[in-house]
């Protein structure tokens, strides 16, 4: 499955907010810097959709807030 996510990394706390079924605002504390946030994006979705990390994929944007995400089940 494929979702759209929106970044907002170096946030004060960390969640997963679901806007419908493909779209999605992921904010985590980490912040921007040699991938540092979507590593903690990746398992941030992963606890929410619990998946193992390994089953979540980055696809798209890796230097921009909007990423698409593969996700298998």
């Known amino acids: 499955m494929k979702i759209n996510v929106k ?3 170096a946030a004060r706390e960390e969640k997963v907010e679901r806007i419908d079924d493909a779209n999605f605002v992921v904010s ?6 040699q991938g540092r946030a ?3 994006i990746v398992k941030a979705l992963a606890d929410y959709f619990k998946v193992s990390t390994y089953q979540v994929k980055l ?3 890796f230097s921009s807030r ?3 995400f593969d996700i298998s089940q």
């Open 59 to 61: 696809i798209y944007g």
């Open 28 to 33: 985590v504390k980490e912040p921007p810097v």
């Open 7 to 9: 970044a907002r990394p």
């Open 38 to 40: 979507n590593v903690a």
């Open 66 to 68: 909007q990423k698409i």
